[in-house]
Structure formats: C-alpha cells, structure tokens
C-alpha cells in the first residue's frame, strides 16, 4: 500500500483524486483492446486462433463517488 502524498492545497488534492479516477478508467479502456496472447510459430502454421483472457475489472473502481472535500481539506 502507498503512502498519499503529502499535498498542501484542496484544490490541488482535489485534482490528484479526479486525475486518478480518469487514470483508472484509462488503464482498463486500453486493457480491452489488447491482444496479450502471444501464438506460438505452431500455432500461426495451422492457424489456430487464440481466445484472449477476459479482463477482470472492479465495477466499484470505476464508478464515480465524487469528490472528498473533507480528505482534501484535511492537512
């Protein structure tokens, strides 16, 4: 678990919080389109196709809760 960092405005802590939670719904947009599945010269011979893994995601993640005035306020 990381340390939050040590901020000394709100309206600075206030943008960390939205800059994460626009990160996060980043990471798993471009999750979903990658192919990770490397075939193997075998594979691409007889031209099997490989099913990617599914992307598992915390729906809680990326739901919006706002923002939390008290923590950005708190110092």
Do not use: E
Request: with cysteine; charged share 35%.
């Amino acid at each position: 678990m990381r340390p939050d960092p040590v901020i000394g405005h709100p309206t600075c802590d206030l943008d960390l919080q939205r800059r994460i939670r626009q990160t996060r719904r980043d990471i798993v947009a471009r999750s979903v389109g990658r192919n990770p599945v490397k075939r193997s010269l075998l594979d691409r011979l007889l031209r099997r196709h490989l099913t990617p893994p599914p992307v598992y995601t915390d729906a809680d993640a990326l739901r919006d809760h706002g923002d939390d005035v008290w923590k950005s306020l708190r110092f």
